[in-house]
């Protein structure tokens, strides 16, 4: 895995990454960290587990286990 990078820097072109950064999701209104995998489109940051959300941190997805059974899983 690569090392985590600011957000500015991330690409903007629905490239798929992993992201960190934390979501509204308890139930006292705080705050949850959060990794998820993550694409930005023109509503701006979206993960499918969470929608739209406000990541801090990026880095390129890893490649896919090779299982022997063609590309990827």
């Known amino acids: 895995m690569g090392e985590w990078q600011d957000i500015s820097t991330a690409p903007k072109d629905g490239t798929r990454i992993l992201t960190w950064g934390r979501l509204h999701a ?32 990026w880095q390129p997805l890893p490649p896919p ?9």
């Open 26 to 57: 308890d139930l006292d209104g705080g705050e949850a960290p959060c990794i998820t995998i993550s694409t930005h489109d023109v509503y701006g940051w979206y993960a499918p587990d969470f929608g739209g959300h406000e990541p801090a941190l």
């Open 65 to 73: 286990p090779n299982t022997g059974k063609g590309e990827g899983v």
